[in-house]
């Protein structure tokens, strides 16, 4: 058991990942001879050098693009795209080329590929390195999208993302990337696709994922001071989405909260609350509340921006509202 | 003449309604495909553009898959999924057409870096429009490729035009001068001249398999409009790229007569080529109709896929 920081766990996992598999291949901004503008792959390219590790110009698209065609022949490509907000250089290569290259070429070959971005504020970066987009990404068929809270979750992620024969957007959290966690001698393992249930409870189920987990489980033991008993389900991938832990819990608890940091309008908590009221409308007690960011850019100042991602306040607000 | 016929064929089809989608035509350019691809082996890769039916057939495609697919049918080489814009068969290192402007350049930067890592001879070629040129992927190409040492051949056909508007109007640099400015070699050759093309490429190939990149453009001609159906009404007759001494065909046909490749040879393999066409339209013709449930199973690939 090593207690290690959350962007050491990344780390790990591509060294992990590298060894295991000669395949593997790093691509990024500043990842080889700097280490990564986070630290994230420090000390890779010493140890598996500059035909394993690439440092790329500031060319998302070209980088991008060019792990397609990599992928192509059965690397597996690891890009790291700085910030999310970057991801809008590379939007031709991951939506009209990754995500369509195996389906529009009638299954010729599989593209396993993982884009690793961090997304989320909490760090007065301002407007364009703070954004959440993972609902873009969830959208386009092709993709899978997955968003770990912790270290266990996103070094057993990356593996499984990395193993997947699929283009994967790994989204990490940047204002977490010092935050310290465990991370088990025997190794985690993940299946893209599948919620873990952090925290049992008969009264609420609040449905989150990435730093929004922390603080949903915060509002939980401040529910539980009231004698409310709160599911706290961390999503970890969102395309695709655990439908059925999401569903089970529903069905016990007949209340539901979803939570993210992105922007609440048209999200992953709208596509969850429609999903849930389609198929399970007679389990609710109560409308599926959603919390999310307003509708608007994630603003610099810090007077602002502590109030803009749900807190534990709102998100405990939210779980009251469902129990009138 | 295979490509030549093949496009005829598909106009004629699209015309009466047979043909369903967006079909963009290289006719006028078949010796840019036949000349660089005669330059490429096996293990070389390509990738293509929304104007890829030449560069598809040259490769080696087979033309039985290739009309399926264009037709929309299961046994196309997509099984219908894709489409004329998006052909591709990865067995012949065909990276695929792409209906995005400059898209299989990056891709190819890819292709170049897996040859490289595994330590292959082999080279990627990109095969762009002069359209191209004004996207920034392309710049952001020449200078990664420069930076990886890539074995990449950029190839850029210049038929003069730019989907409505003349090359003239939209870029305003010459291709030449940016290859330079990224310390590219570069070579410009007749477009038209199937010969020309394949004696420019096989010495630029060589180039790119010593490991480094370079730039082949080629000057040639678009003889029909941006896309089938396209009225044109931009471009005046006198410049329509059908000229007889600026045919491709004729021009080819007319050096191997000097050859000494005698008439009867040349009618032999219009012959052949008209019977593969017919024979292709039949195939894709008969071949069954696609269903959703299936193209819904073909999002993802499983665990263990190519």
């Not at chain 2, 087979?62 to 697919?69: G, K, N």
């Amino acid at each position: 058991m090593a207690m290690l920081s959350y962007s050491r766990a990344i780390g790990q996992a591509l060294g992990d990942a590298m060894d295991a598999d000669p395949d593997v291949i790093l691509i990024g901004e500043d990842i080889g001879e700097a280490g990564g503008p986070f630290g994230v792959t420090r000390g890779l390219r010493d140890k598996f050098g500059e035909m394993r590790v690439f440092d790329a110009p500031i060319s998302e698209a070209a980088m991008v693009g060019a792990a397609v065609g990599a992928a192509m022949h059965g690397l597996k490509p690891v890009v790291e795209i700085m910030f999310m907000d970057f991801a809008t250089l590379a939007m031709d290569a991951i939506v009209n080329q990754a995500a369509k290259a195996h389906f529009m070429f009638g299954g010729q070959r599989s593209l396993p590929m993982v884009i690793r971005m961090p997304h989320g504020g909490g760090i007065g970066a301002g407007p364009q390195h703070s954004q959440c987009l993972e609902a873009w990404f969830a959208h386009v068929p092709g993709l899978k999208v997955v968003c770990p809270s912790d270290v266990a979750s996103v070094y057993a992620l990356l593996r499984a993302a990395i193993d997947d024969p699929n283009p994967v957007i790994f989204v990490e959290q940047k204002a977490r990337y010092a935050a310290k966690g465990e991370l088990p001698d025997e190794r985690p393992v993940a299946r893209i696709g599948e919620a873990r249930t952090l925290r049992g409870g008969r009264d609420a189920t609040v449905v989150t994922y990435g730093s929004t987990v922390e603080r949903a489980l915060a509002a939980a033991d401040a529910l539980s001071v009231d004698g409310i008993d709160v599911e706290v389900i961390d999503l970890q991938s969102i395309q695709p989405w655990d439908t059925r832990t999401v569903l089970d819990s529903v069905s016990r608890t007949h209340r539901l909260v979803v939570a993210h940091e992105a922007t609440q309008a048209f999200g992953v908590g709208a596509e969850i609350a429609a999903y849930v009221g389609e198929q399970a409308f007679d389990e609710l007690d109560a409308p599926v509340m959603r919390v999310g960011a307003p509708f608007m850019p994630v603003p610099f100042s810090k007077s602002m921006e502590q109030d803009f991602a749900p807190g534990q306040q709102r998100i405990a607000d939210a779980v009251r509202k469902v129990m009138e | 003449m295979r490509i030549r016929r093949s496009e005829e064929t598909l106009s004629a089809l699209f015309a009466n309604g047979e043909v369903p989608g967006f079909l963009h035509l290289s006719l006028g350019q078949e010796a840019v495909a036949a000349g660089v691809m005669s330059a490429l082996s096996e293990t070389d890769t390509i990738a293509s553009n929304h104007r890829g039916h030449g560069h598809s057939l040259a490769k080696g495609m087979s033309i039985d898959a290739f009309f399926a697919e264009i037709f929309g049918r299961e046994d196309g080489l997509c099984k219908g999924r894709g489409g004329s814009m998006h052909v591709a068969d990865m067995s012949l290192g065909m990276l695929g057409a792409n209906g995005i402007v400059a898209a299989g350049v990056p891709i190819c930067l890819g292709s170049a870096l897996a040859h490289r890592i595994r330590r292959n001879s082999a080279i990627s070629a990109a095969m762009f429009g002069d359209g191209a040129m004004a996207e920034g992927v392309v710049h952001e190409s020449f200078n990664l490729a420069r930076l990886w040492e890539l074995p990449v051949l950029f190839v850029c056909e210049n038929n003069g035009w730019a989907e409505f508007r003349p090359t003239s109007k939209q870029i305003a640099f010459r291709l030449e001068d940016l290859a330079a400015t990224f310390g590219l070699p570069y070579r410009c050759v007749d477009g038209n001249d199937v010969f020309a093309v394949a004696e420019a490429s096989a010495a630029i190939v060589e180039t790119c398999r010593a490991g480094q990149p370079a730039v082949l453009e080629c000057m040639t001609t678009r003889v029909r409009g941006h896309y089938e159906g396209d009225s044109q009404r931009y471009r005046d007759g006198a410049d329509d790229g059908a000229a007889d001494d600026r045919d491709p065909l004729a021009i080819a046909e007319r050096a191997l007569r000097e050859l000494g490749v005698e008439d009867a040879v040349l009618a032999g393999v219009r012959a052949e080529v008209d019977r593969e066409v017919a024979a292709a339209t039949d195939f894709a013709r008969n071949s069954a109709h696609p269903s959703i449930a299936d193209a819904l199973s073909g999002v993802y690939a499983s665990a263990g896929a190519a």
